[in-house]
């Protein structure tokens, strides 16, 4: 703990750890997220789901892609987040870096979820069936499974200091065995079976359809910083309703 | 250093011996569990012998993560695991100590007994050498995320449904890779680059989980 002591990060850093300053701070930010994530996210819906042309394979129904791939990407970027806000917390002694792991925790799972909901749904038309043990389909819900154990630990003890630390020490393992994970997944398919479907090599998409999904993922990205930022704020207004900045805001 | 560690590890192996059913719990375990498929599926010698190493390998998974409550739990409750933790010695040298041990009482006689649970689903001869071997080396993976699991419920109540939830998902690329060498093997096909895999895993977990599971046992120290 000595090769830092000499180091220092920017000021907004350290500001960023007392919890009133990262409540006010979010109170100032949260507006521009939410209307980002506003019209991103309706542009790139009306767009996808109205106007982009019909794929020439799957006909309509290939437009669930505007859900299922944003929600793909924001579960897998949402734990990285997690690990990171955790170790953060570890590294620097940060309550308020658990307090934003925690957070993310349940949205990512919330993310997660959906995509392997969108994706049973768009497989039923497109595959015939709901589930395929395709690699991909494989590590996502092994990723599922990785956020359930986080949740569950984060239930299991009471004391919230010491539910944080331990959830970043999971959460930090998990993140590193994940690309392990999914290299062994892959392996582990291509062995047993052909991969009948991927989901990755689209053979370049054209722009009319490819811009609504990224304005739909920059979009999903602007509103989890925002849904983050609200249940993070939630959180520290119950963590520190002891303190008296927090009986005074709640007086106004 | 060592000394610390030889002493846990001598310290712990004497206290199995005096109640051997904490040994021998998870291993009648693993065969009861192998025993269960056949009745299960079929009791067909061409069907078994096609999903033996599957079935083996996760009767192993089970059967150490049943065993994994010896590693922290008794000395958490009785207060030891504050003293060793204030021993004066790095922390890892004891999860290491303690990982050793769950090791020689889990997974080294798991290893010794899958010829016999590998004869009961049929398993071609020739792929039981690549069986044992994996699980030699596959095994001890499982011991240290394991411990990683182990040290983060100490304290938690309940906790045997709560740590294989957070480690089972940690342990599927040893299942893969460990069924994916046996497979390999009785098909004739070579093993090496598996078993090489499965090495540089349990290397690779070597490297980091003795730290996270220091960690966490400090961590948990905090409660209470």
Redesign the interface.
């Known amino acids: 703990m000595s090769w830092f002591d000499n180091w220092h990060l920017p000021k907004w850093f350290y500001q960023m750890a007392s919890p009133k300053w990262f409540y006010d701070f979010g109170a100032r930010l949260q507006p521009w997220f939410a209307g980002l994530a506003l019209i991103l996210i309706s542009w790139g819906l009306v767009w996808g789901l109205l106007y982009a042309p019909a794929d020439y394979q799957q006909g309509n129904s290939f437009r669930i892609i505007y859900v299922h791939v944003p929600a793909a990407i924001l579960g897998q970027s949402l734990f990285l987040f997690m690990a990171v806000a955790g170790a953060i917390g570890?590294i620097w002694k940060i309550k308020v870096a658990f307090m934003v792991a925690r957070s993310a925790t349940l949205v990512g799972a919330s993310f997660t979820a959906l995509a392997l909901i969108t994706g049973a749904v768009w497989g039923k038309p497109t595959w015939g069936t709901y589930w395929v043990w395709d690699a991909r389909l494989t590590s996502t819900l092994?990723l599922l499974?990785?956020y359930?154990?986080v949740m569950?630990?984060n239930q299991?003890?009471?004391?919230r200091?010491?539910a944080g630390?331990?959830t970043a020490?999971?959460a930090?393992?998990?993140s590193?065995?994940i690309p392990?994970?999914k290299?062994?997944?892959d392996?582990?398919n291509t062995?047993h079976q052909p991969s009948t479907f991927t989901l990755t090599s689209k053979p370049s998409m054209p722009p009319e359809m490819y811009i609504p999904l990224l304005l739909m993922v920059i979009g999903c990205y602007c509103f989890c910083a925002w849904l983050i930022m609200q249940r993070t704020r939630n959180e520290i207004l119950d963590q520190e309703r002891q303190s008296s900045w927090v009986a005074r805001y709640l007086e106004d | 250093m060592m000394s610390f560690m030889f002493a846990i590890i001598r310290r712990d192996l004497l206290l199995v011996m005096r109640y051997p059913a904490e040994m021998l719990n998870p291993l009648m375990f693993f065969v009861l569990v192998v025993a269960l498929f056949p009745l299960g599926i079929s009791p067909e010698a061409s069907l078994l012998s096609q999903v033996a190493a599957g079935i083996v390998w996760v009767a192993a998974l089970l059967a150490t993560l049943l065993a994994l409550d010896i590693l922290f739990k008794a000395d958490f409750a009785d207060g030891s695991l504050e003293q060793l933790l204030m021993a004066h010695q790095p922390t890892w040298i004891l999860v290491l100590a303690k990982v050793i041990v769950h090791w020689l009482i889990s997974g080294l006689p798991l290893v010794l007994l899958s010829p016999l649970v590998a004869s009961m689903l049929f398993l071609p001869a020739e792929a039981l050498p690549t069986l044992m071997f994996s699980l030699l080396v596959g095994t001890p993976t499982l011991s240290l995320?394991g411990a990683?699991g182990a040290a983060?419920?100490t304290g938690?109540?309940n906790?045997g449904m709560?740590i294989s939830?957070?480690v089972?998902?940690?342990y599927?690329?040893v299942l893969?890779?460990g069924t994916?060498a046996v497979?390999a093997a009785a098909q004739g096909l070579p093993v090496s680059g598996y078993l090489a895999y499965m090495a540089a895993?349990l290397i690779?977990a070597l490297m980091?989980?003795p730290w996270?599971a220091a960690?966490?046992l400090k961590?948990?120290q905090?409660?209470g």
């Open positions: 570890l092994i499974f990785l359930t154990g569950a630990l299991a003890i009471p004391d200091s010491v630390r331990a020490i999971l930090i393992i998990g590193i065995n392990i994970i290299y062994s997944v392996w582990w062995l | 995320f990683v983060l419920v938690v109540k906790a709560l939830l957070l089972l998902p940690l599927i690329p893969i890779f994916g497979a895993m690779f980091i989980t996270a960690m966490a961590v948990g905090m409660q």
